[in-house]
């Protein structure tokens, strides 16, 4: 059987969908690889600016790296522009999406509302509500989006400042999409980790 045998799904049988099941899990065991190409897409994206969306990822991340950060939120500062490419008005919402199942919850809702966050640093000057984040006031994880839009994101347009490669991130990319999805150990609900553990900073900053 190399082909489901039905035109229309509710004409499956069980050997079509036990087949398709084993073809997703093949499938799904190479999104880290689908994702890091992705981003090397996103070099040729969004012009203006000094830097590349890659750089700009790239830079976000090696600033995490720096910072001390976990794996979770090294993967999410990598990823979090990723929604650049197909979703430029939402790109918060659609990164956070790839990364909700194998990320801690935390880390998925910084990155979903990190678009909202950002306008602090610049939407008074295109007419926009640069208080946007205001709307979250109160909620747990909103110092944390502070954190990362103030120290990783708005920081990280800098084409002097000297970013690990891709390949230095991807074994970390490779080992959060391996995880099991939504499994409770990783999204670990409403816990917080500090995106700085200065710590764990000084021996990779050594
Ligand atoms: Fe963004
Ligand atoms: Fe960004």
Not at 162 to 174: G, K, M, N, T
């Amino acid at each position: 059987m190399d082909k489901v045998k039905f035109t229309a799904m509710k004409d499956g049988d069980r050997e079509d969908y036990e087949f398709l099941t084993r073809h997703e899990i093949e499938y799904a065991s190479k999104t880290a690889a689908r994702l890091l190409d992705a981003m090397v897409d996103l070099d040729e994206s969004l012009s203006g600016y000094q830097v590349t969306r890659l750089g700009h990822s790239l830079q976000s991340a090696t600033r995490a790296w720096r910072d001390g950060a976990d794996t979770d939120w090294l993967v999410s500062a990598l990823l979090h522009d990723i929604g650049d490419i197909y979703a430029p008005y939402n790109h918060d919402e659609y990164a956070a999406a790839i990364l909700k199942p194998f990320v801690r919850e935390q880390c998925a809702w910084v990155v979903e509302k990190h678009g909202d966050f950002q306008k602090l640093y610049y939407a008074h000057l295109v007419g926009g509500d640069p208080h946007a984040r205001d709307a979250y006031k109160g909620h747990a994880y909103y110092e944390d989006c502070a954190t990362f839009c103030e120290r990783w994101d708005q920081a990280s347009f800098d084409p002097d400042y000297p970013h690990e490669s891709i390949d230095f991130f991807r074994p970390l990319v490779e080992e959060v999409f391996a995880r099991k999805a939504y499994d409770p150990a990783v999204i670990r609900a409403g816990e917080r980790v500090a995106l700085v553990d200065p710590t764990v900073a000084e021996g990779r900053n050594a």
